[in-house]
């Protein structure tokens, strides 16, 4: 790489798409050039509004998050043209795995002046969550007003996500059933505004009335969850899911709350960051596999419980 | 809690039901019992073959699942009866959302000598894979010759499981688009076997077609990965999925290969049970909530950034 991190800074100031896109590889790669990059954009990092979108595979999140970013872009507050920038780190998204695999592009017509970027890289030491929002702050110092984070939800990493936008929302479909099993096993942890996208399909209207019926047996069901229904395929219900995460960020900001949020995101990603670099002392190091290997023979002659190796390995790093 | 680990141990070996369901639920509590608990069974682990099952919600998994028990239970090997286990962390299982949520449990009529268990908990500080381990080891000593996996397969989770199975069983479905998607995306590493299930639904011919032109993308494609069709609901196709999955223990074995794998995955076991530890330690002691939020301020008077607060962390903690 012949620009120093300086001038690609210099680049992403000037949002420069080019500069923009290796500072958000370096970020990626966890190169020791990202306390530099962390150092260099800190005072530009804060004003983008972070949505985090989620949901089980096929409920069409990156079809809905391509027509937000174009309403986003055409319809800019305060009559400036607004900058939108789009992170997949969902493995069925068609940004992602069509990008990485070749596979037909589902996605058409988007602006240009969208930022898009892919994230397929799964299982690196600093864990997904830990990249995605280094890239985030990346494209905040950009310029973006709207920073849209797309995932597959079905698991843990949504939880994760959520810990890095500032508000979460959970896109689901009619008619497949296993939307209300997901939104009552964990994604109603994370919701906080809720879409029926493929609207136009059977079953939406009870699909609904199911989500209202689970939303209202929240512990803090006195805070009404935005429901909206859309078809994002023909551009329905954007115009009114555009309002309501504007409205709901208007809410935050008047109430305090974005602030909190924003401290206990903080408080994740410095946890995410010391236990990122814990497993890279640890197993990075030179002489480390050999020793694990040790171990594991240690175990299988009953010498020792995996219990036990743990503790012995752990009193041996912690001070 | 009245009964000594050493009492429920003994249960545990006469496979009293009760017993182990209490051990379990101490190693899913990460309690102090579990040192003595890994010590007490440790010469009896290692005899039941671990199969894990992952794929996208809707799937069919619990009922393929289910099916396969009672297939075991009733056709054991070499004419005695086989004991069978399931561990559901899934949750869109019914045997996890379900039990949990009042839901209408979907699974009927499974064998009672099924050993069934749900596990719901997510985002512990041992994270869902070291628990499941555990659970998995508390019913192997209890005699199991089965011990099925089930889990949602779309984002990291699979990659966790397929570290505790000796086995991987990738179930996909026809006409929804997501499956070839998901197999592209991430499903395709830990996959040894797939199941096409719902194979009486349009499209499971040109899904079988497809995923073969996947499997021979593969760097490995000369081992042929084996493709079964199955209805669950219908118990078709279960037959020789029992068979290509005991085929593919026997294989495993005589080649030496169980053993290799089993040594993989007791090396990612040892990494996972430091590292939960190592997060106790460092954010469950005394203080340390309060710390983390003096850090969180320093961050925001830009006196730090998120980068070096991590350093500094670490090199407090790590000799």
Request: charged fraction near 30%.
């Amino acid at each position: 790489m012949s620009d120093t991190v300086d001038e690609l800074v210099a680049g992403l100031f000037r949002s420069d798409a080019r500069a923009t896109a290796r500072l958000i590889t370096l970020v990626e790669d966890e190169a020791p050039e990202v306390a530099r990059i962390q150092s260099a954009i800190r005072d530009r990092v804060g004003r983008a509004y972070r949505v985090g979108f989620t949901g089980p595979p096929g409920a069409g999140k990156s079809t809905l998050v391509a027509a937000l970013a174009k309403h986003w872009v055409n319809d800019g507050e305060s009559g400036r043209v607004a900058r939108v920038s789009i992170v997949a780190v969902d493995p069925t998204s068609p940004f992602t795995g069509g990008a990485l695999l070749g596979d037909r592009v589902r996605m058409t017509s988007l602006d240009p002046s969208v930022f898009i970027r892919s994230m397929a890289n799964r299982g690196r030491l600093g864990g997904i969550a830990a990249t995605t929002d280094g890239v985030c702050d990346v494209l905040d110092a950009y310029g973006s007003d709207w920073l849209l984070v797309e995932t597959v939800g079905v698991g843990q990493s949504e939880v994760e996500i959520a810990e890095c936008a500032d508000v979460t929302v959970v896109v689901l479909t009619p008619g497949t059933g296993d939307s209300v099993q997901l939104l009552k096993a964990g994604l109603m942890e994370v919701a906080e505004i809720v879409v029926v996208n493929k609207a136009d399909r059977p079953g939406a209207d009870s699909l609904v009335a199911e989500i209202q019926s689970i939303v209202g047996m929240r512990p803090h069901s006195d805070v009404p969850m935005p429901i909206v229904s859309t078809v994002a395929t023909e551009n329905k219900g954007i115009d009114e899911l555009a309002k309501t995460i504007e409205e709901y960020r208007t809410q935050q900001v008047s109430r305090g709350l974005l602030e909190t949020r924003r401290k206990r995101n903080l408080r994740a990603k410095i946890q995410r960051l010391v236990e990122a670099r814990l497993r890279r002392e640890i197993w990075g190091g030179k002489g480390a596999s050999e020793e694990l290997d040790a171990t594991v023979e240690c175990i299988l002659r009953k010498e020792e419980t995996p219990w036990d190796a743990s503790e012995r390995i752990v009193k041996k790093w912690i001070r």
